[in-house]
């Protein structure tokens, strides 16, 4: 994984926590299904790096400010 890669998923799992392991893999399939391979790869790497943090971790890193929860069906699908 890339340290660009990695530094997303830490972002993702700031802002969205643990299921953005389980959308990155739901986007990974998709973008493959209409031929992207490349951004499937990037994905499941996002997937994998995020789900690495999260191991070594323990949890989902703090984040550095508390961003206002807006509804989303993306991120609310998790909860």
């Known amino acids: ?5 990695e530094n997303v998923a830490r972002e993702l799992l700031t802002s969205s926590g643990i299921c ?9 399939e998709a973008a493959h299904r209409v031929g992207n391979d ?7 790497n996002i997937a ?3 789900e690495t943090i999260w191991r070594r971790e323990g949890s989902c890193p703090a984040p550095l400010t508390d961003p206002p929860h807006t509804t989303s069906p993306e991120t609310d699908a998790c909860l």
Not at 1 to 5: I, N, P
Not at 21 to 28: D, E, L, R, S
């Open 20 to 28: 953005i392991i389980w959308q990155a893999h739901v986007a990974a």
């Open 38 to 44: 490349r951004a499937a790869e990037i994905l499941l």
């Open 48 to 50: 994998d790096a995020a």
């Open 1 to 5: 994984m890339s340290e660009l890669e």
